[in-house]
């Protein structure tokens, strides 16, 4: 089993920053594909971003790429999203999740988190 656990949201004025952040448990987080969706109110939830299990290797949305870093600390067992020049359209709740798959898709993650809101006003 894996839990998931997120922080860091909040609400920042367009063109700053945020850092979230997500405690995962579980045996096999060192190895495990963690990744970052969003949720914008009326849409459909969103990949943002993955990072495999080694760290070196990530994939990000086109419309995050140049802005959001995603990072992990396997020593802490935490996962990162560093979120740059941040736009209005950023806003919504970002969830993080756990796969035994690198994928951008929604159905290969079966561990997810509570969503924490970010805020972007312009």
């Known amino acids: 089993q894996v839990q998931l656990v997120e922080s860091g949201g909040g609400a920042v004025q367009a063109g700053g920053s945020l850092r979230l952040s997500c405690a995962v448990s579980?045996?096999?987080?060192?190895?495990?594909?963690l990744a970052w969706f969003r949720q914008a109110p009326g849409k459909e939830r969103e990949f943002v971003a993955y990072i495999r299990g080694s760290g070196i290797s990530t994939r990000y949305a086109d419309s995050v790429k140049g802005r959001f870093t995603i990072s992990r600390d396997n020593a802490k067992n935490t996962v990162y999203l560093q979120m740059n020049s941040l736009k209005p359209e950023d806003t919504a709740v970002y969830y993080c999740?756990?796969?035994?798959?690198?994928?951008?898709?929604?159905?290969?993650?079966?561990?997810w988190g509570q969503g924490t809101q970010v805020t972007v006003s312009s």
């Open positions: 579980g045996r096999t987080f060192s190895t495990n594909t």
């Open positions: 999740a756990a796969s035994y798959s690198s994928s951008p898709y929604l159905y290969e993650y079966h561990y």
